[in-house]
């Protein structure tokens, strides 16, 4: 089992910028892949960034040069760092691990956190 606590979310301006946590417990972090998605209203889940185990990036295109997710072994922790951020990336931010499949479908992750909120205001 692993359980995931996000933080950082909030209200911000356009063009301003967050750094979202996810703190990791239970299963070896250091052991499993992680990610971020995005829910705005009346929209799907999208997948925002993916991290591997050894620390391989992904991006999706309409955050790709203005978001970076890294992780902290030593504390259990994924971040997503989030600049330039724009009123279109108002969503639930959630943050997921897999521990196996593939890091682009939804269905791999098979522990969520409960998602923070992100505002940003034009």
């Known amino acids: 089992q692993v359980q995931l606590v996000e933080s950082g979310g909030g209200l911000v301006q356009a063009g301003g910028s967050l750094r979202l946590s996810c703190a990791a417990s239970?299963?070896?972090?250091?052991?499993?892949?992680m990610a971020w998605f995005r829910q705005a209203p009346g929209k799907q889940r999208e997948l925002v960034a993916t991290?591997?185990?050894?620390?391989?990036?992904s991006y999706a295109d309409s955050v790709k040069g203005r978001f970076t997710i890294s992780r902290d072994n030593t504390k259990n922790t994924v971040y997503l760092q989030m600049n330039s951020l724009k009123p279109e990336d108002t969503a639930v931010y959630y943050c997921?691990?897999?521990?196996?499949?593939?890091?682009?479908?939804?269905?791999?992750?098979?522990?969520w956190g409960q998602g923070t909120q992100v505002t940003v205001s034009s």
């Open positions: 997921a691990a897999r521990t196996g499949g593939s890091a682009y479908y939804t269905s791999s992750y098979n522990y």
């Open positions: 239970g299963r070896t972090f250091s052991n499993t892949a």
């Open positions: 991290i591997t185990r050894s620390g391989t990036t």
